[in-house]
């Protein structure tokens, strides 16, 4: 069955990969992709969606750009992992295709209403912030929604940001608590996921031996963020966090974890877009999402290898 999905990014060079592994899958129909600020503002992320569909030869995929900032607070970014323009590593030409002239959220919800039941499933690959708005503006559009599947959250591996906080979930914590909260069908790939997906050197070999331009990107983009990565975690590669929620929908097998509670912690301010995780069920709290807690790493490159090979 192919799914019908809006990915919704801060590119992000993981970020590229993900919507790379989903424009090469005839597992997933990609209705369209929703930029919002994150990793860098919106003006970058909104062009790199654009870099990356154009690489992967799609310049037909609709690109729109959303919020610019989160629900409550003042934009953080991630230059620091992810480079000045956010796909820091490769010379990248600007894209040529357009940018869609509706703000993301106004599509997402026209999008929304207008299908039937079920039939879309959310991708989430940045801070929640979009679809917050979304839901928030018109709650009717849950009943559209099949699932979300979001990358953000660690419980086990702690944060990346902070100590407990990923930065997702950090940068729009009123947003992931919406979300969170929303009743909707949630699974979600936390650090605990991605800290185990590492770009190792002989996976990254396999991108750069494909001898193609999507196999060279990819193989730079991932050089860069590395350095950052490695240096932080003393790893020998970087986790490459937002192509697991793509994974998923092609592969869920690759993927395990457990149906439990998780709150978003949105006052104090030492432990602020922490992801309570009530993996032990000692809370009593109803559970809201399905958690996952490991991952076949292998098995997941080796899909992101045969797929991006085919463009
Ligand atoms: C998440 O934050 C971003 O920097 C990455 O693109 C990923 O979505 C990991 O914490
Ligand atoms: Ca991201």
Same mark, same amino acid.
């Given at each position: 069955?192919?799914?019908?999905?809006?990915?919704?990014?801060?590119?992000?060079?993981?970020?590229?990969?993900?919507?790379?592994?989903?424009?090469?899958?005839?597992?997933?129909?990609?209705?369209?992709?929703?930029?919002?600020?994150?990793?860098?503002?919106?003006?970058?992320?909104?062009?790199? @969606?654009?870099?990356?569909?154009?690489?992967?030869?799609?310049?037909?995929?609709?690109?729109?750009?959303?919020?610019? @900032?989160?629900?409550?607070?003042?934009?953080?970014?991630?230059?620091?992992?992810?480079?000045?323009?956010? +796909?820091?590593?490769?010379?990248?030409?600007?894209?040529?295709?357009?940018?869609?002239?509706?703000?993301?959220?106004?599509?997402?919800?026209?999008?929304?209403?207008?299908?039937?039941?079920?039939?879309?499933?959310?991708?989430?690959?940045?801070? +929640?912030?979009?679809?917050?708005?979304?839901?928030?503006?018109?709650?009717?559009?849950?009943?559209?929604?099949?699932?979300?599947?979001?990358?953000?959250?660690?419980?086990?591996?702690?944060?990346?940001?902070?100590?407990?906080?990923?930065?997702?979930?950090?940068?729009?914590?009123?947003?992931?608590?919406?979300?969170?909260?929303?009743?909707?069908?949630?699974?979600?790939?936390?650090?605990?996921?991605?800290?185990?997906? +590492?770009?190792?050197?002989?996976?990254?070999?396999?991108?750069?031996?494909?001898?193609?331009?999507?196999?060279?990107?990819?193989?730079?983009?991932?050089?860069?963020?590395?350095?950052?990565?490695?240096?932080?975690?003393?790893?020998?590669?970087?986790?490459?966090?937002?192509?697991?929620?793509?994974?998923?929908?092609?592969?869920?097998?690759?993927?395990?974890?457990?149906?439990?509670?998780?709150?978003?912690?949105?006052?104090?301010?030492?432990?602020?877009?922490?992801?309570?995780?009530?993996?032990?069920?000692?809370?009593?709290?109803?559970?809201?999402?399905?958690?996952?807690?490991?991952?076949?790493?292998?098995?997941?490159?080796?899909?992101?290898?045969?797929?991006?090979?085919? +463009?």
């Amino acid at each position: 069955m192919t799914r019908n999905i809006i990915i919704d990014t801060d590119p992000g060079q993981d970020d590229a990969v993900a919507i790379l592994l989903a424009l090469s899958s005839p597992e997933v129909n990609v209705l369209g992709i929703t930029a919002v600020a994150g990793n860098v503002p919106l003006a970058l992320t909104q062009k790199n @969606a654009r870099i990356v569909c154009e690489l992967a030869g799609k310049p037909e995929t609709l690109v729109f750009a959303g919020c610019d @900032a989160p629900l409550a607070r003042p934009l953080v970014t991630a230059e620091h992992v992810h480079g000045k323009t956010g +796909l820091d590593g490769p010379q990248l030409a600007p894209p040529t295709m357009p940018l869609q002239d509706q703000h993301a959220v106004d599509w997402m919800i026209d999008t929304l209403k207008a299908a039937p039941d079920n039939l879309i499933t959310l991708c989430t690959l940045g801070p +929640l912030t979009n679809i917050a708005t979304a839901l928030t503006r018109a709650p009717e559009i849950k009943s559209a929604i099949a699932e979300i599947v979001l990358m953000g959250g660690g419980y086990f591996e702690g944060g990346n940001i902070t100590p407990v906080a990923e930065f997702n979930i950090y940068v729009d914590p009123e947003a992931a608590d919406i979300v969170f909260k929303s009743g909707l069908k949630l699974t979600v790939m936390p650090l605990d996921v991605t800290h185990k997906a +590492l770009t190792t050197k002989p996976r990254v070999d396999a991108f750069r031996a494909m001898g193609t331009e999507v196999g060279r990107m990819t193989a730079e983009w991932t050089d860069f963020f590395e350095r950052f990565d490695k240096e932080k975690y003393g790893s020998e590669g970087a986790p490459l966090h937002d192509p697991t929620v793509i994974a998923y929908l092609i592969r869920p097998e690759l993927f395990s974890g457990r149906h439990i509670n998780v709150e978003i912690e949105t006052t104090s301010d030492l432990t602020l877009g922490m992801t309570v995780a009530d993996w032990w069920g000692v809370s009593g709290r109803e559970p809201n999402c399905m958690f996952m807690g490991d991952i076949d790493a292998d098995g997941f490159f080796d899909l992101l290898a045969e797929r991006l090979a085919t +463009l």
